[in-house]
């Protein structure tokens, strides 16, 4: 990849690689195999937090887990919705609470999908041994812990499993 900065620092040269890397990996997910199974990337992200959270999947923790506001995270499920992918119906007591069950369309389209991610997944990694990819998994956690408390500094951590578990 041709270089469009030239920052010396190593910062920068991070900030930037970073950039270009999300975006890359996105568009590669997308267009390969994912969406060829009638899904977007973010669609099956969506799913694999329903699936994680189970029959009491809310629309406002998935936001939360995705970094998406709620509005964003609607609308995606409305489209879902219209795809035969979730059920979304609001709570019987909070009106402001909405509930999203995966349905057996969902469920399939998520196990086909899982199965391509890896996949995936295995051709974007494979330029690391296990060790790296060790080492960048622990490096990624981290990042992450620290980003969620500058981001949400307010708010007291809660305590949850890890994406490994």
């Not at 887990?65 to 509005?71: D, F, I, Q």
């Not at 219209?82 to 998520?110: F, I, Y």
């Not at 890896?118 to 990042?143: G, I, P, R, Y």
Request: charged letters at 30%.
């Amino acid at each position: 990849m041709k270089e469009i900065f030239d920052h010396q620092d190593i910062q920068h040269r991070v900030w930037i690689n970073w950039y270009h890397t999300d975006g890359l990996v996105t568009k590669y997910a997308d267009n390969s195999l994912i969406k060829i199974r009638g899904l977007s990337y973010q669609q099956f992200l969506v799913l694999i937090v329903m699936n994680k959270l189970g029959a009491n999947a809310n629309a406002t923790e998935i936001a939360e887990l995705l970094g998406k506001n709620t509005n964003t995270l609607s609308t995606m499920l409305d489209r879902m919705e219209k795809k035969g992918l979730v059920k979304k119906t609001r709570d019987t007591q909070d009106r402001r609470l909405v509930w999203a069950v995966m349905t057996p369309k969902g469920q399939e389209k998520l196990t086909a999908a899982t199965k391509a991610s890896l996949l995936v997944f295995e051709q974007l990694a494979s330029c690391f041994s296990k060790e790296e990819m060790n080492k960048f998994d622990t490096l990624l956690e981290k990042l992450m812990k620290n980003t969620n408390k500058l981001v949400n500094p307010s708010k007291p951590t809660k305590k949850r499993k890890s994406y490994r578990d």
